[in-house]
């Protein structure tokens, strides 16, 4: 096997097809619990605090390491577990702003869109980054696993280190406004 084996749309397909799977269980379990969520947004309540700063912040560092732990286990159906949490969260964004419709609070339904749209994003080239670190983690040449890891860390953040950035980076911007 002398070429690389790339990460298509079928395997990408699957790994987010179980995550939905395993998301729906998880949201049948937990959806009772959604009754308070028609007082969810203040429409006055936009805007920069130390507050939105500090969750931020926070979330800035976690989703990423989140990503890079998964990536050192060498399966790529690891990639499922974070898959299925930041997705779960992306459909309770998204139910936000249904919910934010039905109420008639547009602006807040269109913040609300925007910051689900870019978390989205962000999963999506987070999860394809590690997929690719855990792919090309086999062609390094080297005894030492964590020096392998850290080249296709590198070889995979070089492929596609703009749509990662610019996704995440509009993400944080974003949620600092609408959360």
């Known amino acids: 096997m002398t070429g690389k084996i790339k990460i298509n749309k079928s ?12 998301w729906l269980i998880f949201i049948i379990a937990i959806i009772p619990h959604f009754g308070d969520m028609m007082a ?7 805007g920069i605090s130390k ?6 912040l926070y979330f800035a560092w976690r989703f990423p390491l989140t990503y890079l732990v998964f ?8 990639v499922v577990v974070p898959v299925v949490w930041y997705y779960s969260m992306l459909a309770i964004s998204l139910l936000e702003v249904v919910v934010d419709l039905i109420r008639g609070d547009f602006f807040v339904a269109g913040v609300i869109l925007i910051d689900s749209l870019a978390f989205g994003a962000a999963i999506y080239f987070f999860s394809l980054v590690t997929l690719r670190i855990i792919h090309n983690n086999m ?22 280190w703009q749509w990662l ?8 911007v974003v949620n600092l406004f609408a959360d």
Do not use: C, Q
């Not at 969810?40 to 936009?46: C, E, K, Q, R, W």
């Not at 507050?51 to 931020?56: A, F, G, K």
């Not at 040449?141 to 964590?146: G, T």
């Open 71 to 78: 990536s050192l286990i060498h399966t790529k159906w690891s």
């Open 40 to 46: 969810l947004h203040d429409p006055g309540n936009f």
């Open 139 to 160: 062609f390094i040449k080297s005894d030492n696993y964590l020096v392998r890891w850290f080249g296709a860390l590198k070889m995979s953040l070089g492929e596609y």
């Open 11 to 22: 395997i990408v397909r699957a790994l987010l097809l179980y995550g939905g799977l395993i």
């Open 165 to 172: 950035l610019g996704s995440y980076v509009l993400y944080l």
């Open 51 to 56: 507050y939105t700063i500090s969750d931020t």
